[in-house]
Nanobody
Framework: QVQLVESGGGLVQAGGSLRLSCAASGSIFSIMGWYRQAPGKQRELVAGISSGGSTNYADSVKGRFTISRDNAKNTVYLQMNSLKPEDTGVYYC???????????WGQGTQVTVSS
């Protein structure tokens, strides 16, 4: 059974930092990453990373967020610096399984940035 367990969300002031973690189990994953959903908005991709270390970021977070991955631990991290109120939302970890390309989701962790 595949499980993705997230941690690290919370409340922070604008300009502050948070680090999210997502530990996955039950499969091998090619791509792992993070989406977020703000109140009243659609879920959007924040960042993704392949098992080989290739990364992609939403334009809105480039230069502020860094995604990394520990393949041995099946864990993906999101270091978020210079946080802005518009970064507020529920952050969801996702992982693309192999060999069957199914997407798995974590339960979500709340990130709130106060101005």
């Amino acid at each position: 059974q595949v499980q993705l367990v997230e941690s690290g969300g919370g409340l922070v002031q604008a300009g502050g930092s948070l680090r999210l973690s997502c530990a996955a189990s039950g499969s091998i994953f090619s791509i792992m990453g993070w989406y977020r959903q703000a109140p009243g908005k659609q879920r959007e991709l924040v960042a993704g990373i392949s098992s080989g270390g290739s990364t992609n970021y939403a334009d809105s977070v480039k230069g502020r967020f860094t995604i990394s991955r520990d393949n041995a631990k099946n864990t993906v991290y999101l270091q978020m610096n210079s946080l802005k109120p518009e970064d507020t939302g529920v952050y969801y970890c996702y992982a693309l399984g192999v060999p069957v390309a199914r997407t798995y989701w974590g339960q979500g962790t709340q990130v709130t940035v106060s101005s």
